[in-house]
Structure formats: structure tokens, C-alpha cells
T-cell receptor, first 113, second 110 residues
Framework: NAGVTQTPKFQVLKTGQSMTLQCAQD?????MYWYRQDPGMGLRLIYY???????DKGEVPNGYNVSRLNKREFSLRLESAAPSQTSVYFC????????????FGDGTRLSIL | GQSLEQPSEVTAVEGAIVQINCTYQ??????LSWYQQHDGGAPTFLSY????GLEETGRFSSFLSRSDSYGYLLLQELQMKDSASYFC???????????FGKGTRLSVIA
């Protein structure tokens, strides 16, 4: 019973490198989300996808792109990584955007030097 | 804009009761959720209140007052394993995602 699976778990990049974070869920959920978490800042929404084929910006989308590949998979891409993007990234999914609980992956710890 | 206010830190003694408050100011309101996150771990869902009143799940209870734009999470018979961060989150309905507070770090001491 995997739930939400994120890969990789850890990554170190150099400034300017690109990288794609992968996320897959096996709960047949419609909505998927990408958050970043920095100390004292809580969870900040980067992008979300209400359903396959749709994506919307969240609170902090600059410097990121996303792809909802199919119902299961939602990837986050950093085209040119910057030190300010050092963070812990969480993917989550829910049955819909409103009342249903979100299920989170274990996170990707990303450091950009 | 959307804002949720919760204390940044709370300390309580093992075996005691602690209350973590959350006040919100959002455009639209459907319900209030609570999530727990241990250090190094992922947030996990604890409870959801759509109606005024108290919801109880074991040692944890959550309360909502829609008229006061206020809710709280009550943890009873505190255990060391309850040391974690707790986030409140508002569902605004329609096609909008959750809005999270910045979290309250609970430390349970012996």
C-alpha cells in the first residue's frame, strides 16, 4: 500500500543545473499538489493539478514547472536551480481540492550549492 | 489574502492536556483540518471540522467556531511521541486548494 511515492529522497545540485522531481500516487486521486517547506514558513503551495490535463499556480510558482503526466503522476521541474530553491519538497494528493484529506509523500530534500 | 494564525511553539508536560489554537481569515470557508508532522517526516491528516462543535478521535479532539473564525486542536494524556509540528488548514470549497498555517511546534517534556 504505497500511497504517494516521491523520488529521489535526497539530491544535491549545483546552481544552474536542472532537475525533475517525480511523484506518483496509487489511490486513484484526482488532485495532486507540490509544496515546499522551509524552516518557519510552513507548507507553501507551488503548483497543483485538479485533474489529469490541468495545472494551476500556487503561492510560489516562480522558477518551477509541472507536468501532470497521467492521473497517477505529477512531476516538478527546476529548469535552472538557484540556492533559494534549497528546501524540502512534498508531493500530496487528495480525492478533490476541498474537503478530502491530503496524503503526503515522504519528501525530497534538495540542496542547491 | 488568506491568513491563518497559530502559535509558533508550545511546551507541555507529559500526561497533561494542551490546546493549539488557530484563527483564520480567508475568502470562503468550507472546513478546518489539522495535520501532524514529526521531525524529518511527512504531514499526516488528523481531523476535519466542517460544522461548529467538537470532534473527538481518541486522545485528540478538534473544535470549530465558524462565527469566531476559530478552531483548536486538543491533545489529552500527552505522550512524548506527540512532540511534533501541528498545522491547521482551511478548505475554501469550490476549486481552491487548502491554505495551511505556518505550524505550531509542540514539545512534550517529562
Amino acid at each position: 500500500n504505497a500511497g504517494v511515492t516521491q523520488t529521489p529522497k535526497f539530491q544535491v545540485l549545483k546552481t544552474g543545473q536542472s532537475m525533475t522531481l517525480q511523484c506518483a500516487q496509487d489511490m486513484n486521486h484526482n488532485s495532486m499538489y507540490w509544496y515546499r517547506q522551509d524552516p518557519g514558513m510552513g507548507l507553501r503551495l507551488i503548483y497543483y493539478s485538479a485533474s489529469e490535463g490541468t495545472t494551476d499556480k500556487g503561492e510560489v510558482p516562480n522558477g518551477y514547472n509541472v507536468s501532470r503526466l497521467n492521473k497517477r503522476e505529477f512531476s516538478l521541474r527546476l529548469e535552472s536551480a538557484a540556492p533559494s530553491q534549497t528546501s524540502v519538497y512534498f508531493c500530496a494528493s487528495s480525492q478533490d481540492r476541498g474537503r478530502q484529506p491530503q496524503h503526503f509523500g515522504d519528501g525530497t530534500r534538495l540542496s542547491i550549492l | 489574502g488568506q491568513s491563518l494564525e497559530q502559535p509558533s511553539e508550545v511546551t507541555a508536560v507529559e500526561g497533561a492536556i494542551v490546546q493549539i489554537n488557530c484563527t483564520y481569515q480567508t475568502s470562503g470557508f468550507y472546513g478546518l483540518s489539522w495535520y501532524q508532522q514529526h521531525d524529518g517526516g511527512a504531514p499526516t491528516f488528523l481531523s476535519y471540522n466542517a460544522l461548529d462543535g467538537l470532534e473527538e478521535t481518541g486522545r485528540f479532539s478538534s473544535f470549530l467556531s465558524r462565527s469566531d473564525s476559530y478552531g483548536y486542536l486538543l491533545l489529552q494524556e500527552l505522550q512524548m511521541k506527540d512532540s511534533a509540528s501541528y498545522f491547521c488548514a482551511v478548505s475554501r470549497g469550490g476549486n481552491t486548494p487548502l491554505v495551511f498555517g505556518k505550524g505550531t511546534r509542540l514539545s512534550v517534556i517529562a
